[in-house]
């Protein structure tokens, strides 16, 4: 395993230590908002990690006072259209709901981990939505502002939507920049799970993340797999679905190696297969 692994990006930073690649949002003069070569940068990062032996988990946060602002207006252009690197329409993603800085959430096997450092709105609300884990700074606020600037909020207050009682996440969209929801309210309410101290946020992140490694990895794949999956199913196809995850796992040396810790009285040696 690497000790520590950087990569260059102009507008995130990324590192992988100890199992966890942190992905960093860094244009802190523009709150983090997400431009085309951000999301560019982005779409590489989450690639590299899902694809890396040497990552177990994700963690997303933010540099500065924002978290994410949503996409950034100065580029947006006048269509109104998500910029892409191919041809109108010529790729599935393209048919698909704009993702912009989503993590691909469905397809990637690896948890995500999402630390909010501050403010969260637009489209960076995704990041919370789909996190499979979230914490936030207690500094953190959240709102939604596409109505204020005359758009159609979409996916972002569908997700919402999931997340929370429909009536707090109708409000928050049709309220627009003009109310927004503290750290506090978002735990009472479970957008997050927990709230800490703002200069020990991405302290208590890399916490958790250990904490996950320390687990099975491809246990924890399986288990994530079936939640995330099993969420959009009848209830028992969602069981079953589960259990197939499980007879697939139950099959890994892992899996044999953790009972074997177990009786022997010491820590696994999970080797993630």
């Not at 960093?24 to 085309?36: E, H, K, V």
């Not at 499979?132 to 109505?147: K, M, T």
């Not at 288990?223 to 009848?234: C, M, N, S």
Request: glycine residues 6%; contains cysteine.
């Amino acid at each position: 395993m690497r000790e520590a692994a950087t990569m260059g990006y102009e507008t995130i930073q990324y590192e992988v230590r100890d199992r966890i690649a942190t992905i960093t949002f860094d244009r802190p003069d523009r709150l983090n908002a997400l431009s085309p070569e951000m999301i560019r940068e982005l779409r590489q990062a989450y690639t590299d990690a899902e694809a890396d032996d040497d990552v177990w988990i994700l963690v997303v946060t933010g540099n500065g006072r924002a978290f994410c602002a949503g996409a950034d207006v100065t580029e947006i252009p006048d269509d109104g259209r998500v910029v892409y690197d191919e041809p109108y329409l010529s790729t599935f993603p393209q048919w698909e709901a704009p993702q912009e800085g989503t993590p691909p959430f469905r397809t990637m096997t690896k948890p995500i981990l999402t630390a909010v450092n501050g403010l969260c709105c637009g489209a960076g609300l995704d990041l919370v939505t789909t996190g499979d884990i979230v914490i936030a700074s207690d500094r953190a606020e959240f709102f939604d502002p596409h109505v204020s600037i005359g758009l159609v909020s979409g996916r972002e207050v569908v997700r919402l939507a999931r997340a929370l009682p429909t009536n707090i996440a109708m409000r928050m969209a049709l309220m627009g920049r003009h109310e927004r929801m503290s750290a506090a309210r978002a735990y009472e309410l479970g957008l997050v799970s927990e709230v800490v101290e703002h200069d020990r946020l991405l302290e208590r992140a890399l916490e958790l993340a250990a904490i996950v490694c320390r687990n099975a990895p491809l246990a924890v794949r399986g288990t994530r797999l079936a939640i995330r999956q099993g969420r959009d199913l009848p209830l028992r196809e969602a069981e079953i679905m589960g259990e197939a995850f499980r007879e697939r796992v139950v099959r890994t040396d892992d899996a044999k190696e953790g009972p074997r810790a177990f009786v022997e009285k010491r820590q696994p040696d999970w080797k993630c297969r």
